[in-house]
């Protein structure tokens, strides 16, 4: 247990699965949140000059107070960077280079304690291009690595794709991230799961989350009783519909909590002071 | 204004004329080699004799190197061999842990400030028995200053507890595979890999850019050239921004400094396309000692760090493969576009696996982009095997081995990373000899220590640290050898136009030596000594240094 450490998600996968279109939507969308979006390097990712506020080095401040940063070889410089922030984000998204293992990210971060915290492994693949992937000598292993690692898996371009590749990639997703909870969608639906972050329960109704195949549900939980939170959150967190949820509940000895959850992540910090009992949980309608 | 040097003996590697006695230059540029009266035509000249007892060869050209070898020397060398530092103090190797930590306590003492950072460098404790380093041993040195170890692989480092407190490690419940912990549940203070040193470095006083160097790095840098013979050196993976280049510019535009620099931009950090953009703005910028415009490509990790990618059969000690550092369409987009272009690009291929993703690549970007000469270059290629050289040589690429890594590691390689056969087929150099690679041979410095003589007695005799000869039929001849230190390594770098041979129209660049290196021969090069070189014209003694 611990003070709010900032959370951060890592979104990993190969080229092509849509990682920059994702942190394209996610800047575009992230309303009075204050994202810090971390990039391999800024090349792949155009701003809108009109969206830019400042530039210092590999720092571009953006227009409503969100930050994104090239981190290029050294990813821990960087995030002791944002970490010293003033003010802190609210979120930082990670954006892992192609080639780059999400497990092996998410234990180096883990070396910033309660400072921050990876509320979630994000793994995107294209269904169109995966079967191929891992069948590729050089790369397969690669993709194999990126998918295990994953709490969540976004199959992506699954509009674009012929039908027998889809259904090949879901299997083969399957096969390879069994304990991953699974979405298919367009990319800007995948936005919204992932800032669900800072929501009140009253804008959690508002979510209009329409991802391609699977429907999603969005349940608000009132949490009105004091609960077990560790026990509350690995229910949750073993439920192979669940998605994410995010949310607060006060604990028998009258601590309040705030859970992160990310497929079968999660993390339970304290809550700040003002913060209102109530769990959003999006899951798929099994 | 014409001088013509005497010498002893003069070893051109012109095989027009091997060997000779005189050598006429005039504005740092060769007239010629011969006798004096060959140089009669040329008009009157001063004859400079100071060389008489001395021995030219072409000024060295290392390959396969970092300045950061310059920067490391304002810390405490800690390593288990003797190693000359810039000043020329034969520095002796620490050989227990005990003597590495009294050197420790002695540099401790000399520090005046008491919150200054106590950083040494290349520890290599496979010498001690894989004894590990505990921060408490550290902790007895001082306890209030931060101190860090950084092992001669560059992939650990040992700190002490204040360091760790610095950095925010010095508590329970860490879970990294790189962060072993002591029976308290703490840190032991030994950090493996770059994303565990990189948070604790900085606050060791390493800078957070270990490939870097400052301008008194640079110069200590060019102290090391003068003592090895070396007159043109790359500095193989820089990042180059605007006012490193200031710095380089600056520094090797004093006619002091006594070396050529090859600095290769490397591709971390920026797009394929913004790499691309880089280099081109750069190469105008470039003068006669410092030579933009060119690029190096990470493919893969080192083979000690199991992070090195392998074809099957793998690890011998079972390690999964290691890690791409950029993923193929990238390194594809990079060479292709490089080949249209004419930008030169090296790649670092530690694995044979990395090596055939550079070969399969090159085959199908050079139908795309046919080049007659671009001299693309394999750096390390440790593990290549026989028909990835054949395939070099279908392709037009060339190689750097890193051949001093066999008496450093050799031992290692063969008892743990990938076992017997192929700790003795590493490094090929017997192979390319063989198979009509244009090859050259790397310190890697400062991984190794920059010393190409040394590199070369490496190549020709293979022995490892503990005496183990490691495939013989991978030994290359003193000439091979020779050649692999100047026109070898000029041939990469596109500068074999210029410097590598001693020769009419070339560039006066000599290594001076007390001893003839055909003389000492294959078992003894590496006790050649260097008396300095000349850059230019210009001469570099190393006593003055």
């Not at chain 1, 909870?181 to 209009?208: C, H, M, Y």
């Amino acid at each position: 247990m611990s003070d709010t450490g900032l959370p951060l998600t890592i979104i990993g996968g190969y080229l092509g699965a849509g990682k920059t279109t994702l942190v394209n939507t996610l800047l575009r969308n992230a309303q009075e949140q204050r994202l810090a979006v971390l990039v391999n390097e800024f090349g792949s990712l155009p701003i809108d000059a009109d969206l830019i506020e400042a530039q210092d080095g590999d720092l571009v401040t953006l227009a409503g107070g969100c930050v994104c940063c090239s981190y290029g070889d050294d990813l821990m410089f960087a995030l002791t960077k944002i970490r010293n922030m003033d003010p802190a984000p609210d979120h930082i998204l990670l954006e892992a280079s192609g080639v780059a293992l999400p497990g092996a990210i998410a234990s180096s971060i883990s070396l910033f304690g309660d400072d921050i915290r990876v509320h979630g492994v994000v793994t995107l693949v294209d269904a169109e291009t995966l079967p191929d992937l891992l069948s590729d000598t050089y790369i397969s292993d690669t993709i194999t690595r990126q998918l295990k690692s994953a709490d969540l898996v976004i199959l992506t371009k699954t509009d674009l794709a012929p039908p027998e590749k889809t259904s090949l990639s879901r299997e083969l997703v399957g096969r390879h991230a069994p304990s991953a909870s699974v979405l298919e969608s367009k990319v800007d639906g995948i936005a919204r799961i992932l800032l669900l972050d800072d929501v009140s329960v009253d804008r959690a109704s508002d979510l209009d989350i329409a991802p391609h195949k699977i429907p999603l549900v969005t349940n608000t939980l009132s949490m009105t009783e004091t609960v077990d939170a560790d026990a509350f959150a690995k229910t949750l967190a073993s439920d192979p519909n669940v998605v994410r949820a995010k949310g607060h509940m006060v604990q028998a000895d009258g601590n309040r909590v705030t859970l992160q959850l990310v497929g079968g992540r999660y993390s339970i910090t304290n809550a700040p002071k003002t913060a209102q009992s109530g769990i959003v949980v999006i899951s798929k309608s099994a | 204004m014409i001088t013509v040097f005497s010498a002893r003996k003069i070893l051109t590697m012109n095989p027009q004329r091997p060997v000779t006695s005189h050598v006429a230059i005039r504005d740092g540029i060769i007239l010629g080699t011969g006798t004096l009266d060959e140089f009669e035509g040329w008009g009157p000249y001063t004859l400079d004799d100071r060389f008489a007892d001395k021995v030219l060869m072409p000024g060295m050209v290392e390959g396969h190197c970092h300045l950061q070898e310059g920067a490391l020397w304002s810390h405490t060398y800690v390593g288990f061999f003797d190693r000359m530092s810039p000043e020329g103090e034969m520095q002796a190797g620490c050989k227990t842990v005990d003597e590495m930590l009294a050197k420790l306590a002695a540099a401790e003492a000399r520090l005046e400030d008491p919150d200054a950072a106590l950083p040494a460098w290349s520890l290599d404790p496979i010498y001690f028995d894989n004894q590990k380093i505990t921060r408490g041993q550290l902790d007895a040195i001082s306890s209030t200053r931060p101190i860090g170890i950084m092992h001669a692989s560059g992939h650990i480092m040992n700190v002490n507890t204040k360091a760790l407190e610095l950095a925010g490690l010095l508590r329970t419940g860490i879970n990294h595979e790189g962060v072993p912990l002591g029976s308290d549940g703490l840190p032991t203070g030994e950090l493996r890999g770059p994303d565990v040193m990189s948070p604790v470095s900085i606050h060791v006083g390493f800078d957070r850019d270990m490939l870097s160097c400052d301008e008194p790095g640079m110069w200590r840098f060019g102290k090391l050239c003068i003592r090895a013979g070396v007159t043109t050196a790359t500095d193989l993976a820089a990042r180059l921004p605007e006012e490193a280049v200031e710095t380089l510019l600056r520094v090797t535009g004093n006619t002091n400094f006594p070396a050529r620099i090859v600095p290769l931009r490397f591709h971390h950090g920026v797009s394929p396309e913004d790499l691309i953009a880089h280099v081109e703005a750069l190469a105008p910028q470039s003068t006669d000692k410092l030579r933009l415009g060119r690029i190096k490509i990470v493919v893969d990790g080192s083979i000690q760090g199991f992070t090195a990618r392998l074809r099957a059969p793998g690890y011998y000690n079972g390690s999964p493969n290691g890690l791409w550092y950029i993923p193929p369409e990238h390194l594809a987009y990079i060479l292709e576009t490089s080949l249209r272009k004419g930008i030169q690009v090296h790649t670092h291929t530690n694995g044979d696996e990395a090596t055939q993703l550079v070969l399969d690549t090159m085959a199908r970007v050079l139908r795309k982009a046919p080049s007659l000469n671009h001299r693309f270059t394999l750096q390390h290629c440790q593990l290549a095997d026989t028909a990835q050289f054949r395939q070099m040589k279908e392709l037009g690429l060339c190689v750097n081995l890193f051949a001093n890594h066999h008496f450093y590691w050799g031992d290692q390689h063969y008892d743990l990373t990938v076992g017997p056969e192929r700790a003795e087929r590493m490094n090929a150099a017997g192979t390319a000899a063989r198979e009509g690679v244009p090859f050259a041979i790397h310190s890697d410095a400062p991984i190794t220590p920059l010393g190409p003589l040394f590199t070369a007695w490496c190549a020709m005799n293979r022995q490892t640290a503990t005496g183990r000869t490691l495939g013989e039929a991978e030994k290359i001849t003193l000439d091979q050898a020779l050649r692999a230190i100047t026109l070898g390594a000029a041939y990469t770098l596109h500068l074999d136009n210029e410097v590598g041979s001693i020769e009419t129209g070339k560039r006066a660049d000599f290594a001076v030596l007390e001893d003839d290196p055909e003389e000492k021969g294959v078992e003894q090069l590496n006790e050649t000594r260097v008396w300095g070189t000349v850059l230019g014209g210009t001469v570099f003694a190393a006593s003055d240094v």
